[in-house]
């Protein structure tokens, strides 16, 4: 029996029905998250922990067993703690926005096995709760190459594109597309995100081999400047999203 979530509807006045409403399942599934404690998938426990005004490691506390890798870990941390994100990507969407599909189809790419790319894809969207559906999320703004969105499965690209959709259209969230007829610019060199923290501003880059912290983010603030400058403006993005003439 999970005694964490049993408390947490007694303290919110929430009720298994109520709860059940707002995360968008059936009564019954929640009754079996109570007792015998079944572990609900990640964006229902993320949905779940909002509604209860709560955290998902105060509810679930076992699942959040830390399974990135042991370099990623400072960054994870860093992200928890930021007032305001902004990411470039060049080839991918950028992690903190990709579904569940487009996560496995992107890790099971690379040197992981079958078999660990389902733990990775939860480590994924575990981030994604903890960075954007926290009680105070950070501004995240997001630079996307238009060849991330050109790479993929067409019915797994059509979902994704979708959820960029949705995602944009929160308060704290601005995404800009950035077209090809922009031409060549610095962002090219590779992905790259600024996190504005309390302590100050924290780069984060990425390589084939793992992805290093840097605090000398003058040049990526030159970079950004100019990468926004020559992206769409967001309702545009939202609009380039929406007609998505490049899949079939």
Not at 150 to 165: A, C, F, S, V, W
Not at 178 to 188: C, S, V
Request: proline share 7%; aromatic share 6%.
């Amino acid at each position: 029996m999970n005694q964490a979530l049993r408390a947490a509807l007694a303290n919110s006045g929430e009720t298994v029905e109520s709860l059940a409403e707002q995360v968008g399942v059936d009564p019954k599934t929640v009754a079996r998250w109570v007792s015998p404690g079944r572990v609900p998938h990640p964006r229902h426990r993320a949905a779940a922990a909002s509604a209860l005004g709560l955290d998902v490691e105060d509810i679930w506390p076992d699942v959040l067993k830390r399974r990135e890798p042991a370099w990623l870990r400072p960054w994870v941390e860093t992200e928890l703690q930021a007032t305001a994100l902004r990411a470039f990507q060049v080839s991918v969407i950028p992690g903190l926005l990709q579904t569940p599909e487009y996560a496995s189809l992107v890790l099971s790419s690379g040197l992981l096995d079958a078999d660990e790319v389902e733990g990775y894809v939860e480590t994924r969207l575990r981030r994604q709760a903890a960075v954007l559906n926290r009680r105070k999320p950070p501004l995240y703004i997001a630079v996307i190459d238009e060849c991330a969105l050109r790479r993929g499965e067409p019915d797994i690209m059509h979902r994704q594109l979708d959820h960029l959709i949705e995602m944009a259209q929160r308060s704290n969230t601005f995404l800009h597309v950035l077209p090809l007829d922009a031409g060549m610019h610095p962002g090219q060199a590779g992905p790259f995100v600024i996190a504005t923290t309390e302590d100050g501003d924290v780069g984060y880059l990425d390589d084939q081999a793992s992805g290093r912290l840097t605090n000398e983010t003058a040049p990526l603030w030159a970079i950004w400047d100019t990468l926004r400058s020559v992206a769409l403006p967001r309702r545009h993005t939202i609009d380039f999203l929406k007609a998505r003439t490049w899949l079939t």
